[in-house]
């Protein structure tokens, strides 16, 4: 039997933004490192990267959303590249594809959760209309300009590898917590049984680890590139600008389809 999610509250913002800092700090990174786990999501066949099904739906809001992402959408690759070969772990580091750069504004059920909740119940032709209704019905803010996520350095995620991300406004982080509260706290929404299982954490993943631990030499060469990277973009950190969130699918954690004809919510 699955065990059931309890809610999780939000951390307020100035932990928030301590936790963003530390957790890239060399401090951190360490921490991070000594911690990893084996990844579950992709796996090296000894010729390719292989994705492990995991199906599911969340609200995103994708770094292709807008073209003022463009250049954030760079600075990612070219970290991806720096790390690619600096490390040389073809075969036990998967690099996302730039399509799948998002920041997860809300978790919608997916793998064993999906199947309990939503496939054992025959409502998996309903599930994504109730779910975007539900965001559609939310009060729209009618902000003049996105939220705005400073992007400030890698950080290690047990079996991932992504970038984590501060609020230079306090306003943009209530924003995004506010939308998510309204959002987990909807009667549709928690009828679904779909739980904030976790606080908001802005970041957006790079990478995912396979199933071969790395060495210890490995990990702190990982340690170091990341702490250079980190270095390197002090001062000139890219901003993510999220101009919307809408309710997509996945059948694993590489690719992320829109669904037509559903409403979207626009921050």
């Known amino acids: 039997m699955i065990e059931e999610k309890q809610a999780i509250a939000e951390l307020d913002f100035a932990t928030y933004q301590e936790r963003q800092l530390r957790e890239i700090s060399k401090e951190g990174l360490e921490n991070s490192a000594a911690k990893m786990k084996a ?20 609200v995103l809001s994708m770094v292709t959303d807008t073209v003022d992402n463009k250049s954030l959408e760079n600075v990612l ?11 040389g772990l073809g075969d036990k580091m998967y690099l996302l594809p730039q399509e799948s750069f998002h920041q997860t504004t809300a978790s919608a059920l997916s793998d064993k959760r999906f ?13 994504p209309f109730l779910v975007s209704q539900s965001l559609g019905n939310m009060p729209q803010e009618n902000q003049p300009r ?14 991932a590898l992504g970038v984590l991300g501060i609020f230079e ?24 049984g779909i739980v904030r299982t976790r606080p908001f954490i802005g970041h957006i993943t790079l ?17 170091n590139v990341c702490q250079d990277i980190n270095q390197s973009w002090l001062g000139q950190e890219p901003e993510f600008f999220m101009t919307q969130a809408a309710l ?16 979207i919510y626009k921050f």
């Open 146 to 159: 996105p939220i705005t996520m400073k992007m400030i350095g890698l950080s290690i995620f047990s079996s």
């Open 248 to 263: 997509r699918q996945y059948d694993d954690l590489s690719a992320f389809n829109m669904l037509p004809d559903l409403p």
């Open 169 to 192: 406004n306090e306003l943009d982080y209530k924003r995004v917590t506010r939308f998510r509260e309204n959002f987990y706290e909807n009667s549709t929404i928690q009828n679904l």
């Open 77 to 87: 690759m070219e970290a991806q590249k720096r790390l690619s070969s600096a490390l």
């Open 39 to 58: 990844g579950s999501k992709f796996y090296h066949n000894g010729n390719s990267w292989q994705a492990i099904p995991y199906p599911g739906y969340a």
């Open 207 to 223: 990478a995912y680890f396979g199933r071969e631990l790395l060495t210890a030499q490995q990990k702190n060469d990982l340690v």
């Open 115 to 127: 199947e309990q909740h939503i496939v054992s119940k025959g409502l998996e032709k309903e599930y």
